[in-house]
Structure formats: structure tokens, C-alpha cells
Nanobody
Framework: QVQLVESGGGLVRPGGSLRLSCTAS????????MAWDRQAPGKQRELVAR???????TYADAVKGRFTIFKGNAKNTVYLEMNSLKPEDTAVYYC?????????WGQGTQVTVSS
């Protein structure tokens, strides 16, 4: 079984920064891609950023130039660096990954951007 555990959420003022981390553990043979999604109250879950095993990245238009997804030195860890945060970035952020040809999700971490 594979588990994804997120951390790093919290309360930040507009214009501030946060870094989220996601670590995959368990019986991992191959990680095809990792991604961050978010879901704001009353809205559908949406893709924020994705990183393929090759390192190729994609971003939602709303976060381009402000967010960066990258792999950490720690094994099976991916980060989401979020800068210039806006109130509309407030949401529960979920890590997900295509691992061993199955899709797994973390439990989510709350990010609140407010003055």
C-alpha cells in the first residue's frame, strides 16, 4: 500500500509565501507523476501543478509565475513553493500521485490567505 502525507499548510497574509511538501511511502516501484490539486469552498477540485517523472512541469494559469513544483532531495518527496499568495488561493491542497500505475491522494492541507 502507498500513502501520501502532506504538510506545510497554514495561515499567511496576502503577498506571503508557503511551501507545501508531500512524501510518498510504502511499496513504491515507479512514480509516473506527482501533482498538487486544490479545492476551495463551494468549488470543484482543480489541478494546480504537475511534475512528471522526467521533471516536466505544468501549471494552472492562475498560479503560473507564482507557484513552483519540484522534487526534493529526499526520496519520493515533492514540494509546492507558493509565492505572492492571494486570498483566492485559499483552499485545501491535496497531493496526488500516479504510483505503481495507480492513483493515490493525500489527506489534504489547509492554506488560508487572509489579512
Amino acid at each position: 500500500q502507498v500513502q501520501l502525507v502532506e504538510s506545510g499548510g497554514g495561515l499567511v497574509r496576502p503577498g506571503g509565501s508557503l511551501r507545501l511538501s508531500c512524501t510518498a511511502s510504502g511499496s513504491i516501484f515507479s512514480i509516473y507523476e506527482m501533482a498538487w490539486d486544490r479545492q476551495a469552498p463551494g468549488k470543484q477540485r482543480e489541478l494546480v501543478a504537475r511534475i512528471a517523472a522526467s521533471g516536466y512541469t505544468t501549471y494552472a494559469d492562475a498560479v503560473k509565475g507564482r507557484f513552483t513544483i519540484f522534487k526534493g532531495n529526499a526520496k519520493n518527496t515533492v514540494y509546492l513553493e507558493m509565492n505572492s499568495l492571494k486570498p483566492e488561493d485559499t483552499a485545501v491542497y491535496y497531493c496526488n500521485g500516479v504510483i505503481n500505475r495507480d492513483e493515490y491522494w493525500g489527506q489534504g492541507t489547509q492554506v488560508t490567505v487572509s489579512s
